[in-house]
């Protein structure tokens, strides 16, 4: 049995009346690549939100390691080895791709050159290294989204939180963002994704989590989980 990374236990987050996450529980084993779907409005980016430290749950309990962080900010939990994507990227449009990145890298280096080596060592990874002098803001959406993957990168994380960075994408993008995901599991990053389109996703994961109305519908093998009568419901019912 692998060691649990991180433990999600009966989290409850209401934004006034509508309880966007509700009684979920989740434990991901580390080095796993997990999908997390779900209908929209399913409550996925709200999770995201509570296990990075955005918000704090009403009830529940988020551990990281073996520790109880679900009452730390953001940036001690990524100092922890915790680090996010966001669905609508989060780049400083005004700087460019390597300033960007060196922001993220400053997480761990406290010096300007060694922060700028490792951001430049983080867009090769990302296949971004030939727009290091681009202004972010003038970035393509699919490079945006890889810039959202490598700021996050850049902080050195065990666990990596994915929101969305294949959606929109053409087929060959896709290809290669999902490329991108597997290198960085390889290198023994734990990932937690969120799509969507259960067929961009499906053929990544080693297991997969349903989000619908807030709560978990269904967790399994992706092919256990795509068969699932609930889950091909909460999506018709879209
Ligand atoms: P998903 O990422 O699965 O599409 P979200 O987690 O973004 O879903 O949203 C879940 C529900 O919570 C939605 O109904 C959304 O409108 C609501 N919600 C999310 N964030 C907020 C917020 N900050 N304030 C109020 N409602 C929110
Ligand atoms: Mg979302």
């Known amino acids: 049995m692998a060691e649990t ?25 580390r080095g796993e690549i997990l999908g997390l779907i779900g209908p929209n409005g399913a409550g996925k980016s709200t999770l995201f939100n509570l296990i990075s430290g955005v918000y704090r749950p009403n009830r529940g309990r988020i551990r990281f390691e073996g520790a109880d962080i679900t009452a730390l900010p953001p940036a001690e939990r990524c100092r922890r080895g915790i680090a996010r994507t966001f669905q ?8 460019n791709v390597l300033e960007n990145v060196t922001v993220g890298a400053f997480a761990r280096h406290a010096k300007a050159a060694q922060a700028r080596a490792a951001a430049l060592e983080t867009l090769e990874r990302v296949d971004l290294a030939h727009r290091a002098d681009a202004v972010a803001g003038e970035l393509t959406p699919p490079e945006k989204r890889r810039l959202e993957v490598a700021r996050a990168l850049a902080t050195g994380p065990r666990l990596l939180l994915l929101d969305e960075v294949l959606t929109g994408l053409t087929p060959s993008e896709a290809k290669a963002g999902v490329a991108l995901i597997r290198r960085v599991a390889a290198a ?20 997969a989590v349903v989000l619908n109305l807030g709560s978990v519908l269904a967790q399994g093998l992706p092919a256990e989980v795509v068969r699932d009568e609930a889950v091909i419901g909460a999506y018709l019912g879209e």
């Open 88 to 95: 609508v990227p989060r780049s400083f449009d005004s700087m």
């Open 5 to 29: 990374i991180l433990n999600v236990e009966d989290v409850t987050l209401a934004f006034g009346g509508l309880v966007a996450n509700r009684d979920v529980t989740l434990d991901v084993a």
């Open 188 to 207: 023994g990053v734990t990932v937690i994704m969120v799509e969507h389109v259960m067929e961009v996703v499906m053929p990544l994961v080693d297991r």
